[in-house]
Every structure is written in structure tokens, then in C-alpha cells.
């Protein structure tokens, strides 16, 4: 059985990724700071998206992504509910 991710350790694999695939530099990762704010232009957030979402093996909604005005934390936090509701049936079987 896989123990889940912490908070923090979501935080950095997904800062790592944002740092290696679009090439920002680690001290402007901020929670608060959306992915345009980082230079991130769409065509390279769409395959961050991808990366993620391969890395996590998760699956974000279509309509969940905004690029200009969704921050890091919202990134973090989609990251975190998909994660939960994957592991959720496991844990409900339990």
C-alpha cells in the first residue's frame, strides 16, 4: 500500500518540474504567483500540465485550467484533491 504524499512533498516535485520543463528560476515559485507571472506561455503550460499529470498519474478536468489567473497554490491544490480522490476508493475499501 502507498503511503500518501505530504503537503511538502507535492510542493517540491511539482516546483522540480516547473524549474526543469519551463525553465523558471526557483525563487520566483510562489504560491501565489500564476503561471504567466513565471513567463510560462500557454503552449508550455499545456505540456507542464501533461508532465504533471504524468508524474502524479493523475487526470486534471479540462475545464480547470486557467493559465493567467490560476496561481502555483491552485496548481498545488488540484494536484493534492486529485491525488485524494484517486487514493479515496482504495481507502474506502479498506
Known amino acids: 500500500m ?8 507535492i510542493r517540491q516535485q511539482v516546483y522540480d518540474i516547473i524549474v526543469k520543463e519551463a525553465r ?3 525563487p520566483a515559485l510562489r504560491p501565489d504567483a500564476t503561471l504567466k507571472d513565471l513567463g ?13 499529470e504524468e508524474h502524479f498519474d493523475i487526470t486534471f478536468p479540462e475545464s ?3 493559465f493567467d489567473t490560476d496561481t502555483v497554490q491552485n ?7 486529485a491525488l485524494d480522490e484517486k487514493s ?3 481507502e474506502a475499501a479498506a
Open 24 to 26: 523558471v528560476e526557483a
Open 2 to 9: 502507498n503511503s500518501p504524499l505530504s503537503d511538502e512533498a
Open 40 to 52: 510560462v506561455g500557454s503552449l508550455e503550460a499545456i505540456e507542464l500540465i501533461f508532465d504533471l
Open 75 to 81: 496548481l498545488l491544490d488540484a494536484i493534492r484533491s
Open 64 to 66: 480547470q485550467a486557467s
Open 88 to 90: 479515496g476508493g482504495a
